[in-house]
Every structure is written in C-alpha cells, then in structure tokens.
C-alpha cells in the first residue's frame, strides 16, 4: 500500500489550492481516506475525510471552504482548498484507513500515510 500527496505550496490569503493524494493498493468502495494536518507541537488533526460508500465528513475548521473528493480510475483523493488563511499553513497528508468497511476520524486508525506536503499560507 502507498498513498503519494502532492500539490502544496505558498499561496496568499484568500487564495486556493488542491491537494491530490494518488493512493496504490487500497480500494476505494472498501477502505475511507483522509486527510490529516499537523503544525509543529500540535497534533495531528483530521480535516476531511471519504468514507467507502462516498459519505463525506469535514472539520469545523475547513467545513465551507474545503472540498474532498476522489476519482476512481485515477486512484486519486482530491482536497480543493479555497479562501485558505494563515491558520491553514501546516503539513498535510493523506491516509488509507486500517480497517476495510469502516470509518473513524481519529489518525490512529490510520495505518498508511502519504508523506505530507507543505502548505504556507502568507498574511
């Protein structure tokens, strides 16, 4: 199982990004992917998530602004980012769920991670 994130960068306040997560050995219709972020000496926070069956679930910090979705015949998890602030600079990464048929928010559920990519959003 490898998960591959790619597509962060600087970016201006107010502005966006997507976030692509190419995902090898996990079947969509079976396992949720996440997203995750973590600045230095916080943990790791669950963003938005796909479950399985497609069912989308967002923190209350991205909930309106961001957009996770995926694309089965490119193994591809997708998080489109908009009116990013300041607060949103963190590492991000994308995880394959343990377990097949089940959905939990919590990273320690999560046993394959991508290898995170920086986003720095600029005041």
């Known amino acids: 199982v490898q998960l591959q994130a790619s597509g962060g960068g600087l970016v201006q306040a107010g502005g966006s990004l997507r976030l692509s997560c190419v995902v090898s050995?996990?079947?969509?219709?079976?396992?949720?992917i996440g997203w995750f972020r973590q600045t230095t000496g916080k943990e790791r926070e669950s963003i938005a998530a796909?479950?399985?069956?497609?069912?989308?679930h967002y923190s209350d910090s991205v909930r309106g602004r961001f957009t996770i979705s995926r694309d089965t015949a490119s193994s591809t998890v997708y998080l489109q980012m908009n009116s990013l602030k300041p607060e949103d600079t963190a590492v991000y990464y994308c995880?394959?769920?343990?377990?097949?048929?089940?959905?939990?928010?919590?990273?320690?559920?999560?046993?394959?991670w991508g290898q995170g990519t920086l986003v720095t959003v600029s005041s």
């Open positions: 995880a394959s769920g343990a377990r097949p048929y089940y959905f939990t928010p919590q990273p320690e559920d999560y046993d394959y």
């Open positions: 050995g996990r079947t969509f219709s079976r396992y949720s």
């Open positions: 796909i479950t399985y069956t497609g069912r989308l």
